[in-house]
C-alpha cells in the first residue's frame, strides 16, 4: 500500500487540528457529557447488560469512551480521535489506482460527525457505529482473496454480517454496500454479470431484511429500531445517518469503478506495459527527442496545473470544514447555551452560569433556565441585586411536579434538598431513577438524601454503585471513608447545614390541600422552611423574590424585617457595615410611596440614590404617551430594576 504524499499528510494534519479547536472550543465535550449523561461502571456484570441486544457493544464503548467528555482538552481529543479513525478506513477503501489516497472523499464523514457532534441530545453512537462498519468492511475486503470458494465467500459474508450488526446495529448498514462490492470483485472474473448482478443483491436484501426480520419477530431486544435510523420526527440525526450511508454507498461505487480500471489486473497490465516499452525502444532518435521537448513543455505545464488544482483543493477542503462549523455552530445555538448554563449549575460553577445565562435570548428563558439563574445569583448573594436583569416571565422556582425530562428532575431533586424539603427530595429522586436507572447523577442525589435523613444503609448502596463510576469514584469513597469512622457525618458541613434546615413536622395538608389552589403554597411551603430555620437564606430570598414576582407589596412589607438576620455578601459590605440589596430598597420605596407609610424597618435603609432612582422613573413614565412609548423610553435607564418590573414586567417594548 502507498501512503498520501506528505502535502496530504500536512493537508490531513491541520485538517484535523482545526477539528479539535472546534470541538474544543465551540462544542467543548463537557456539554456532550453533561447533556447526555453517558453512564459507565466497573463493577462485575455492568458489561453483560449491553450484550443482549444488537447495537450493545456499540453503546457500551461509548459510555466507556464517553467518560473522557467530563474534561474539556481530553474530551476534544477523544472525540478527534474517533472521527480519524472513522476517516482513516474511509482512507484505506477511497485509494486510487496506484495506492494514493483520494483526500477529499475520505474526510467527508469527518464533517457529517463533525455536524453531529453539535446534536448534544443525540446519545446515539453514530461514531462508533461507523467504524465498526468500516472496520468490518476493511477485514472483509482483506480475507475476500483468501476464499476460493463461493462457499467461503458466504460463509465470510455471513460472519461479518451478523458481528458488525450484534456489535455495531447501525453499522450493518455502512458494512453491507461494500461488502457487496467485495463479492462483485470475487466473482467478477468467472461469473456473468447478471449472476453478479443477482449475487450483490442478495447479499444487501440480506443485510437489509436481518434486522427487520430481528425487530419484526422480536428475536432480541433493539435499543436503536432500524426505522429510527433512517426517519424521525428530529431530521438533524436523519441527515447525519443518511449522508454517512449514502457516502458508503459512494465508496462502493468507487472500488467497482477502480477495479474496471484495471487495478487488479495483474498479468494484462504487465503485457501491455512490455509492449509499450518495445515500441518505444523502435522510435527514431529525433521522434525521440521531439517527444521529449513536447514532454517537457506538456510536464511544465501539468506541473502548473496541479499545484493550482491543490490550491483549490485546499480551500475546497477547509471552505467545506468552515462551512459545517459555521452552520453547525449557528444551528445548535440555543442547545448549547441551554447545556452551558445546566452544566455550570450543576458544576457550581456560579460566575460561569451567569455569564452564560447573560448570553442566552429572551426566549430561551423557561422553567428551569429562569431557577438556574436565580440560584446562581442566591448564591453569590446578588439576587437581590440582580434578579431583573434576567426575564423572569416565571415562579422563581422549579414547578413541584413530575417531569420526563431528565435535567429538570436532577435539579428539581437538588432543589427540594437545597432548600430543606428532604422527603419531596427522595420522592423526584425516586421518579428520576425510573427515567434514567443508572445516571450517577440520580444516585449522587439520592446518596445525599439518605445521608442528610440519616439512612446511612441506603445511602452505602448507592455510594458503593458510585465507586464503581470513574467521575464519581473519590466522592463516593470519600463518603464511605466517612461512615465508617463517623456515622453521623458530624464533621460533614453540607450534611449537618441540611439537617438543620430539614422539616420536622408534616406540612402536607398546608401546602398541598389549600381551597382555590391547583399546585402547592409556594407562599407557606417556604415560609414552613423560615420557622425550621430561620437562616435558610435560600427559602428565605426565593420568597422574597415569590412576593415580587407577584408584586405582593404587602407580603414583603411583612417579610422584609427578616432582611437584617440574613448573612453573607448581599448584606454586609466588605467593610462590615449592613447593607440592604437593591431590589428590597425599590420595593419597600414603592410600598412607602403607595401606602403612605413612614415606619422605619431596624436594620433596613432605603439609600437616597434609590429615592432618586424612584423619582426619575415616575418622571420618564408620566412624560411618555402611552404604554409602549413609556416601556421604549424607561428600558434603558431602569430595564434591571424592581421599578420597571412593577411597572411593565418581564414583556419587552418591541
Same mark, same amino acid.
Given at each position: 500500500?502507498?501512503?498520501?504524499?506528505?502535502?496530504?499528510?500536512?493537508?490531513?494534519?491541520?485538517?484535523?487540528?482545526?477539528?479539535?479547536?472546534?470541538?474544543?472550543?465551540?462544542?467543548?465535550?463537557?456539554?456532550?457529557?453533561?447533556?447526555?449523561?453517558?453512564?459507565?461502571?466497573?463493577?462485575?456484570?455492568?458489561?453483560?447488560?449491553?450484550?443482549?441486544?444488537?447495537?450493545?457493544?456499540?453503546?457500551?464503548?461509548?459510555?466507556?469512551?464517553?467518560?473522557?467528555?467530563?474534561?474539556?482538552?481530553?474530551?476534544?481529543?477523544?472525540?478527534?480521535?474517533?472521527?480519524?479513525?472513522?476517516?482513516?478506513?474511509?482512507?484505506?477503501?477511497?485509494?486510487?489506482?496506484?495506492?494514493?489516497?483520494?483526500?477529499?472523499?475520505?474526510?467527508?464523514?469527518?464533517?457529517?460527525?463533525?455536524?453531529?457532534?453539535?446534536?448534544?441530545?443525540?446519545?446515539?453512537?453514530?461514531?462508533?457505529?461507523?467504524?465498526?462498519?468500516?472496520?468490518?468492511?476493511?477485514?472483509?475486503?482483506?480475507?475476500?482473496?483468501?476464499?476460493?470458494?463461493?462457499?467461503?465467500?458466504?460463509?465470510?459474508?455471513?460472519?461479518?454480517?451478523? #458481528? &458488525?450488526?450484534? =456489535? %455495531? *446495529?447501525? +453499522?450493518?448498514?455502512?458494512? !453491507?454496500?461494500? /461488502?457487496?462490492? $467485495?463479492?462483485?470483485?470475487?466473482?467478477?472474473?468467472?461469473?456473468?454479470?447478471?449472476?453478479?448482478?443477482?449475487?450483490?443483491?442478495?447479499?444487501?436484501?440480506?443485510?437489509?431484511?436481518?434486522?427487520?426480520?430481528?425487530?419484526?419477530?422480536?428475536?432480541?431486544?433493539?435499543?436503536?429500531?432500524?426505522?429510527?435510523?433512517?426517519?424521525?420526527?428530529?431530521?438533524?440525526?436523519?441527515?447525519?445517518?443518511?449522508?454517512?450511508?449514502?457516502?458508503?454507498?459512494?465508496?462502493?461505487?468507487?472500488?467497482?469503478?477502480?477495479? #474496471? &480500471?484495471?487495478? =487488479? %489486473? *495483474?498479468? +494484462?497490465?504487465?503485457?501491455? !506495459?512490455?509492449? /509499450?516499452?518495445? $515500441?518505444?525502444?523502435?522510435?527514431?532518435?529525433?521522434?525521440?527527442?521531439?517527444?521529449?521537448?513536447?514532454?517537457?513543455?506538456?510536464?511544465?505545464?501539468?506541473?502548473?496545473?496541479?499545484?493550482?488544482?491543490q490550491y483549490a483543493f485546499t480551500a475546497l477542503l477547509f471552505g467545506a470544514l468552515a462551512g459545517v462549523m459555521g452552520y453547525s455552530y449557528q444551528a445548535a445555538g440555543r442547545d448549547r447555551r441551554l447545556a452551558a448554563l445546566d452544566y455550570f449549575t450543576w458544576s457550581e460553577d456560579w460566575e460561569a452560569a451567569v455569564r452564560t445565562a447573560e448570553a442566552l435570548k429572551p426566549g430561551e428563558f423557561n422553567s428551569l433556565s429562569r431557577y438556574q439563574v436565580n440560584l446562581a445569583l442566591h448564591e453569590l448573594g446578588r439576587m437581590g441585586d440582580e434578579m431583573f436583569r434576567f426575564p423572569q416571565n416565571g415562579g422563581p422556582l422549579l414547578e413541584l411536579q413530575v417531569n420526563s425530562f431528565l435535567p429538570y428532575m436532577l435539579h428539581l431533586t437538588s432543589m427540594c434538598l437545597r432548600l430543606g424539603r428532604v422527603n419531596e427530595a427522595e420522592h423526584y429522586g425516586s421518579e428520576a431513577l425510573v427515567f434514567r436507572k443508572t445516571d450517577p447523577r440520580v444516585y449522587r442525589l439520592l446518596a445525599l438524601t439518605y445521608l442528610v435523613k440519616g439512612q446511612t444503609e441506603a445511602a452505602r448502596k448507592f455510594l458503593t454503585v458510585l465507586s464503581y463510576s470513574p467521575p464519581d469514584r473519590r466522592w463516593a469513597n470519600q463518603k464511605l471513608q466517612a461512615l465508617q469512622q463517623d456515622p453521623q457525618l458530624s464533621g460533614d458541613e453540607q450534611v449537618q447545614q441540611l439537617r438543620r434546615r430539614r422539616l420536622q413536622a408534616d406540612d402536607m395538608l398546608t401546602v398541598w390541600q389549600r381551597a382555590n389552589r391547583t399546585g402547592p403554597d409556594i407562599e407557606r411551603l417556604l415560609l414552613n422552611l423560615l420557622e425550621r430555620d430561620s437562616s435558610n437564606r435560600m427559602a428565605f430570598e426565593f420568597l422574597m423574590g415569590y412576593y415580587l414576582l407577584n408584586r405582593d407589596l404587602q407580603g414583603f412589607r411583612g417579610l422584609a424585617p427578616r432582611i437584617a438576620e440574613m448573612a453573607g455578601p448581599g448584606y454586609v459590605r466588605p467593610s462590615g457595615v449592613r447593607r440592604t440589596p437593591r431590589h428590597y430598597q425599590e420595593a419597600l420605596a414603592l410600598f412607602i410611596e403607595m401606602t403612605g407609610s413612614s415606619e422605619k424597618i431596624a436594620g433596613v435603609e432605603i439609600e437616597p440614590e434609590t429615592v432618586s432612582r424612584t423619582a426619575r422613573f415616575k418622571q420618564v413614565v408620566a412624560r411618555a404617551g402611552g404604554k409602549r412609548a413609556a416601556m421604549l423610553e424607561a428600558r434603558e435607564g431602569f430595564g434591571d430594576t424592581y421599578l420597571y418590573y412593577y411597572a411593565f414586567g418581564s414583556e419587552s417594548p418591541q
Open positions: 500500500m502507498r501512503w498520501p504524499a506528505w502535502g496530504a499528510y500536512t493537508q490531513a494534519a491541520l485538517f484535523f487540528l482545526a477539528v479539535f479547536i472546534y470541538l474544543r472550543n465551540g462544542i467543548d465535550p463537557r456539554l456532550i457529557y453533561h447533556w447526555q449523561g453517558p453512564a459507565f461502571y466497573t463493577y462485575p456484570g455492568f458489561a453483560g447488560e449491553f450484550l443482549r441486544y444488537p447495537g450493545g457493544v456499540a453503546d457500551y464503548l461509548y459510555g466507556l469512551i464517553a467518560q473522557c467528555y467530563a474534561w474539556r482538552d481530553w474530551g476534544a481529543l477523544v472525540l478527534t480521535a474517533e472521527i480519524a479513525a472513522a476517516c482513516a478506513l474511509g482512507a484505506l477503501l477511497v485509494q486510487r489506482p496506484h495506492g494514493k489516497t483520494r483526500l477529499l472523499p475520505a474526510l467527508v464523514p469527518a464533517l457529517l460527525l463533525l455536524y453531529h457532534a453539535n446534536l448534544y441530545y443525540d446519545a446515539a453512537p453514530v461514531r462508533i457505529a461507523l467504524v465498526i462498519g468500516l472496520g468490518c468492511a476493511v477485514a472483509f475486503g482483506r480475507l475476500m482473496p483468501s476464499a476460493n470458494r463461493p462457499a467461503a465467500w458466504f460463509g465470510l459474508f455471513a460472519v461479518f454480517l451478523a #458481528a &458488525s450488526y450484534y =456489535s %455495531g *446495529g447501525t +453499522a450493518l448498514v455502512f458494512f !453491507a454496500p461494500l /461488502a457487496a462490492c $467485495a463479492l462483485w470483485v470475487r466473482a467478477a472474473p468467472n461469473w456473468p454479470i447478471a449472476v453478479r448482478i443477482f449475487l450483490c443483491g442478495a447479499a444487501l436484501a440480506v443485510a437489509t431484511g436481518l434486522p427487520v426480520a430481528v425487530e419484526t419477530y422480536r428475536l432480541l431486544e433493539v435499543r436503536w429500531p432500524a426505522a429510527s435510523w433512517f426517519w424521525s420526527s428530529d431530521m438533524s440525526p436523519v441527515v447525519v445517518f443518511w449522508g454517512l450511508s449514502l457516502w458508503a454507498a459512494a465508496v462502493a461505487g468507487m472500488s467497482l469503478r477502480r477495479v #474496471a &480500471s484495471g487495478v =487488479s %489486473g *495483474g498479468p +494484462a497490465a504487465s503485457d501491455n !506495459a512490455g509492449s /509499450a516499452e518495445a $515500441a518505444s525502444r523502435r522510435t527514431s532518435g529525433r521522434a525521440q527527442r521531439s517527444q521529449a521537448a513536447g514532454g517537457a513543455r506538456l510536464g511544465a505545464a501539468w506541473r502548473q496545473a496541479a499545484r493550482l488544482g
